[in-house]
């Protein structure tokens, strides 16, 4: 396992943007599949998007797609979520996951990620 750490969340109006950060303790970073997920009071936790290993594939919840842009910098050891024209509805708590995968056939399912982060608060104002 790995451990991360989000940051970046917040309180924003409606139609504006915010910028998550995930940091990861590991120096095999590009090892692993990352995702974002997210999960709102009283509701499942959700996908929100996932990027291989390089960069390279690039996966989101329809109900983001458009609006949010998943990136990493492995020499850093990060993933970001920039997440553009928010919504109240997207308020929840973030979380980044790592999955230990180099593959194409990215996973969007909670229960196939072993490490995840503690969360980060986003609340959307209308």
């Known amino acids: 396992q790995v451990r991360l750490v989000e940051s970046g969340g917040g309180l924003v109006q409606a139609g504006g943007s915010l910028r998550l950060s995930c940091a990861a303790s590991t120096v095999t970073f590009d090892f692993y599949t990352m995702g974002w997920f997210r999960q709102a009071p009283g509701k499942e936790r959700e996908f929100v998007a996932v990027?291989?290993?390089?960069?390279?594939?690039?996966l989101y919840a329809d109900s983001v797609k458009g609006r949010f842009t998943v990136s990493r910098d492995n020499k850093k050891n990060t993933e970001y979520l920039q997440m553009n024209s928010l919504k109240p509805e997207d308020t929840a708590v973030y979380y980044c996951?790592?999955?230990?995968?180099?593959?194409?056939?990215?996973?969007?399912?909670?229960?196939?990620?072993?490490?995840w982060g503690q969360g980060t608060q986003v609340t959307v104002s209308s």
């Open positions: 990027i291989s290993w390089n960069g390279g594939i690039t």
């Open positions: 996951a790592a999955d230990y995968y180099r593959g194409t056939r990215l996973k969007w399912l909670p229960r196939d990620y072993k490490s």
